[in-house]
């Protein structure tokens, strides 16, 4: 039976697959392939253009055909506003406003987002439940030097993440992914125990060179955040 | 003094700041801004053009000018080879493989990875240590089914995240990240108190529509993923 553009693709697939072709290593050309494969060059064409289509192999005029390096890696991590994220997975999502309080920023808040000495802040405490299970604890400051408005907007209704992605046009982030044991306000509020293990992200959030907000956030035990790349 | 076209930025940043002009709001025309900002047409041309250019705000021919809203927000977590990412710390870096075993692909694994019934695969538990403390533990499974020349490799001293890069060209992965307590196992390689909280991710990772690989990883007690968006 002739050897067909599939016959060709699997022997390539399957190569790589047993180490034979590890990437970057050279693959022969079209004419030797051909001979190889005793099958017309066109198949051979059609065969290495789907490769490299598909990402397996890369073709570059004087360097010859290669099997692809891996690329530099890296997962694209959403980051939802929680209500979508709750309402997402078909839950239904509620909101509480913990505490509301307007102060002179404390001095590791200053020193994280480089404020000003005297800096006006305020600070919202929050509680984001799914189906009734509170779902995500969270703390947050506001600068009131670059956002004095924030001191009129109504908090109880909406959260404070709603409010600024409709407030600010665009932002640029500092974002850490940790783990850490509940300490007794987070466990009163999370429904778990103290010491629980609970997945924790903090984000520092700039606009136009100016630190506009820091945030903690604590998710339910069990928590896991799901990507791909 | 005549207005300058920083005049203007500085006028229509302070507007979005204080929340007068809110993500998605219009902004007057040229014409109608020079004569509010009494200046001349080319001067508002300038500020409007650096303030399209900084993604402050949006030109659409038939829309007119808007202020930017936010964009659908996401960050890149890199997804580094662990060896890399302790020497970009500056810290020496040292592997250990502690335990090789050829088996057949319990159920779970199976399940996780649409393995047939009785697949075979390489189990791996490796130490990375950075500057000799531990620094992550590496629970690692490879499918023998889709890559049999792992079974005739090296692992004790190449770690199998390394030797994966170097032998499949492109691959697409699912990642979960979380907080677990550590359990007895991880305690003890990892040199803390079971119950700790640690930082956890889990990693399937797919080639050619075959999974090859599952990997979990548990990080030292209080480390922390950080990136920008």
Known sequence: MATTYRDIKADILARITRGALAPGALIPNELELAETYDCARATVNRAMRELAEEGVIERKRKAGTRVRLAPRREARVPIPIVRHEIEATGARYRYSLLSREETTAPDWLRDRLSLLYGARALHLT????????????????????????????????????????????????????????????????LACTEATPLFQTERSTWWQGEAITFVRLWFRPGYRLETRY
Do not use: K
């Open 126 to 189: 929050c509680l984001h439940f799914a189906d009734g299970a509170p779902y995500q604890y969270e703390d947050r400051w506001i600068s009131l030097d670059m956002l004095p408005h924030a001191a009129d907007a109504d908090f109880t209704a909406t959260g404070p993440n709603e409010w600024l992605v409709a407030a600010i046009p665009f932002s640029n982030a500092e974002i850490a992914f940790g783990a850490v044991a509940a300490d007794a306000d987070a466990a009163a509020h």
